[in-house]
Antibody, heavy 116, light 109 residues
Framework: EEQLLESGGDLAQPGGSLRLSCVAS????????MSWVRQAPGQGLEWVAF????????QYAETVKGRFTVSRDNSKNTLYLYMNSLRDEDTAIYYC?????????WGEGTTVTVSS | EIVLTQSPGTVSLSPGERATLSCRAS???????LAWYQQKLGQAPRLLIY???SRATGIPDRFSGSGSGTDFTLTISRLEPEDFAVYYC??????????FGPGTKVDIK
């Protein structure tokens, strides 16, 4: 079964950092571009970051540009999101999704709460 | 930047009824770049429709998508109890790479 499993969500202070991970299984991870999407409490979906198969094309939403870094390790079937300078408005469930280019496989999400 | 508007914001229907959900883009977009997702409470989104009208793997044929240019529609021909959820349209392929609409909630009447 094709699956994605996120981890790393936690409570962080404003200005703090977190690293999210997303482990893929059941498919050839290296063949697919990936994205992170987040959902603030009670709100809609917001695309956060995109990374191509070989990490040569990386894109960010303006709301996180300069603070978040997306990367991947194809040898470990793992996608990462490094989150720095966290703000209250970064509080959300963070999902990883496989790109084909539409988002055909999603993880269950991991919760990030930014609060002092 | 393209903006997606969905209407209605919420619709209340009964099982067995037909649901018609609208997604309007602020400028013309390629039909090949329009997708629909379903999200049930407490769950991750699920891909329903891609390329405006192609059903994703395992999606029942009561779900159909149509439209072109700036106006797109998701139709659920006969609502089943499990179809009550929030539905998002999405445009992919421009910067920002992926744009989601605000969603339409389909409530049980």
């Amino acid at each position: 079964e094709e699956q994605l499993l996120e981890s790393g969500g936690d409570l962080a202070q404003p200005g703090g950092s977190l690293r999210l991970s997303c482990v893929a299984s059941g498919f050839s991870f290296f063949r697919y571009a990936m994205s992170w999407v987040r959902q603030a409490p009670g709100q809609g979906l917001e695309w956060v970051a995109f990374i191509s198969t070989t990490s040569t094309n990386i894109q960010y939403a303006e709301t996180v540009k300069g603070r978040f870094t997306v990367s991947r390790d194809n040898s470990k079937n793992t996608l990462y999101l490094y989150m720095n300078s966290l703000r209250d408005e970064d509080t959300a469930i963070y999902y990883c999704a496989r790109e084909t280019p539409y988002m055909d496989i999603w993880g269950e999400g991991t919760t990030v709460t930014v609060s002092s | 930047e393209i903006v997606l508007t969905q209407s209605p914001g919420t619709v209340s229907l009964s099982p067995g009824e037909r649901a018609t959900l609208s997604c309007r883009a602020s400028q013309s977009v390629s039909s090949g770049s329009l997708a629909w997702y379903q999200q049930k409470l407490g769950q991750a989104p699920r891909l329903l429709i891609y390329g405006a009208s192609s059903r994703a793997t395992g999606i029942p044929d009561r779900f159909s998508g149509s439209g072109s240019g700036t106006d797109f529609t998701l139709t659920i021909s006969r609502l089943e109890p499990e179809d009550f959820a929030v539905y998002y349209c999405q445009y992919y392929g421009a910067l920002p790479l992926f744009i989601f609409g605000p969603g339409t909630k389909v409530d049980i009447k």
